[in-house]
Every structure is written in C-alpha cells, then in structure tokens.
C-alpha cells in the first residue's frame, strides 16, 4: 500500500493525529511543523502507511474521530484536516461523505 498523507491543522494537531493514528487497523507515523503568526498554529502531517481491514470500517473510523473533535466534545480544538490519497486526489474532512473517505483511501 502506497502512503496516504493526512495533514491536521489546530492548536490540539498533535493529540488528534495521536488519536487518529491510534485508530484499530491504521499504522503510520507523524512530524510536526509550526507557523508563527499572531497566535502559534501547530500542523502534522501523518503518513498512514497501512490499513488493515475494510476501507469503509477505517472510512467509518475516521469520520466518527473527526467528527468528536469538530463537536469539540474532548475539549481539543483543531482546525482543518485534509486527506491526500495515493493518487493526489485531495479531501477537506468538513463535508466529506463516508464515500468520499473510503474512495480516497482505496486510491
């Protein structure tokens, strides 16, 4: 499996890439970069390097940790977070479909 880059934006990235790379069924690893500006915004970019199992149950994983995080039910804040499949194609969880995560993750 080629690796798929997800890049998360906000000030808790690192704890939801954390818990997104902790997700059963998906392995893959991390770096951190910072932006200055008038407030620090803190961005990762995870490589998942391999999915085990169906892509619509990782699909379904991944919609429901977005989705806590964008209630901001934990508490923890972030901002954006973009999916980049193998074969370039681009997706902006916000509004994505569980079609749409499961078709970028088969590539």
Known sequence: MAEIQVAIEGEDAIAATEDLLAIPGI??????SEAEE??????????IVGIVGGAIAIAE???KWYQEYEAKQSGKRIEKVLIVGRNGRRLLLK???LEEIKEILEG
Request: proline letters at 0%; a positive charge.
């Open 27 to 32: 392995s893959g690893n991390y770096a951190v």
């Open 38 to 47: 008038k407030e620090t915004v803190v961005a990762t970019v995870a490589s």
């Open 61 to 63: 994983q991944i919609r």
């Open 95 to 97: 509004n994505a479909t």
